[in-house]
């Protein structure tokens, strides 16, 4: 910086502090991006600085997954700068045409590269996003898989005295997620007074399993299993039968444990609801089906949207009613019929009279 003295014309050379005089520590710069980087090395530091910081376990392995699986190996090398809308849209069609992947799935990977190059752009590396103008496959609507009554009736009758008992019977009355039956503690489960706290979830993060509160304020909730006189005797008998065999029963262990004693892995569980139904020649069903289960049970026993709602832990009622409406929408028949009853009624009076 030059700075000239009025008396003697001359021009003192004074230099340029390398950073502003603040009163407070600056935070590390990191060293400048260019356009000229590739996506791959774009997407290591987006994952470094902004996700693995701040998102969940779970968050981070999904992430990573799909970046190692699919997006290297098909746009790894190509630039920031030459990252064209054309060029994604043919990454989508690949995904569907040699991948095979559902249209729910690709728009995974569209928001991801979304959200990766917003940041980019944010930050002064590109002039624009070109993830902005590419076009995702439309979303659909996945169909909830669920039991009727009888088969429901088949299963509980078949996992009866079984180690599949107790998750399934909490599944199917409670509706309770696979995180979620993984995750309760005996410390949740109140015998005396019938009650039954959803704190925690157990998943997967990739190979890991990891506890952590549920994803929003509405799935941590509080059932009353008062009237469910089978279950909490269920629960009795397991928690004796544990301190009989020397099993962890204490208000810190897992309600579900396996032959060994451990807790369940995910995964485990799921696979053994699978084989069970398959030896059983029952209908294919995951617990997250016996959930759908119990939403449609629920709603034929003609309880509140905003109940149901509540209990399956939903943020609003409004995404209960998104989710399940090929499944609740089932009730309009009965109205229309009624309806058309009415009429016919009217119909027949007018023409006798």
Excluded at 24 to 53: N, S
Excluded at 189 to 218: F, I, M, Y
């Amino acid at each position: 910086m030059s700075h000239t003295t009025p008396r003697s014309g001359r021009m003192v050379l004074r230099p340029i502090p390398p950073v502003p005089a603040v009163g407070f520590p600056l935070p590390p710069c990191a060293p400048p991006v260019g356009a000229g980087v590739t996506l791959e090395r774009w997407l290591e530091l987006w994952m470094e600085r902004d996700i693995e910081p701040f998102r969940a376990d779970t968050t981070v392995s999904g992430y990573s997954s799909i970046i190692r699986k699919h997006i290297v190996p098909a746009l790894g090398r190509v630039r920031l700068s030459d990252l064209s809308p054309q060029l994604v849209n043919g990454y989508y069609q690949w995904l569907s045409d040699e991948k095979g992947l559902s249209p729910n799935t690709i728009r995974k990977h569209h928001i991801l590269l979304h959200t990766a190059l917003k940041s980019a752009f944010r930050q002064g590396v590109v002039p624009l996003n070109p993830i902005q103008r590419a076009t995702p496959p439309r979303p659909t609507e996945p169909e909830a898989v669920y039991y009727t009554p009888a088969r429901l009736a088949r299963l509980l009758q078949a996992v009866d005295g079984t180690s599949l008992e107790v998750p399934v019977r909490l599944a199917c009355f409670l509706g309770l997620r696979r995180g979620e039956l993984l995750g309760l503690r005996w410390r949740d489960v109140d015998l005396q007074s019938g009650q039954l706290s959803v704190r925690w979830v157990r998943t997967a993060a990739g190979a890991r399993v990891v506890e952590k509160p549920p994803k929003t304020a509405g799935s941590c909730r509080t059932l009353s299993i008062a009237a469910l006189g089978e279950l909490l005797e269920l629960l009795r008998a397991l928690r004796t039968q544990r301190r009989q065999e020397g099993l962890p029963c204490s208000p810190d262990d897992f309600l579900l444990l396996g032959m060994d004693g451990r807790p369940i892995r995910p995964s485990a569980l799921s696979s053994s609801l699978a084989a069970f139904v398959r030896e059983h020649r029952l209908p294919p069903i995951t617990f997250h089906g016996l959930r759908h289960t119990f939403a449609s049970m629920a709603n034929s026993a003609r309880v509140p949207m905003y109940q149901i709602s509540r209990a399956m832990g939903h943020a609003s009622p409004g995404i209960t009613q998104r989710i399940y409406t090929h499944l609740f929408d089932q009730t309009h028949g009965e109205v229309l019929a009624a309806v058309a009853n009415v009429v016919k009624a009217d119909s027949t009076s007018l023409t006798s009279a």
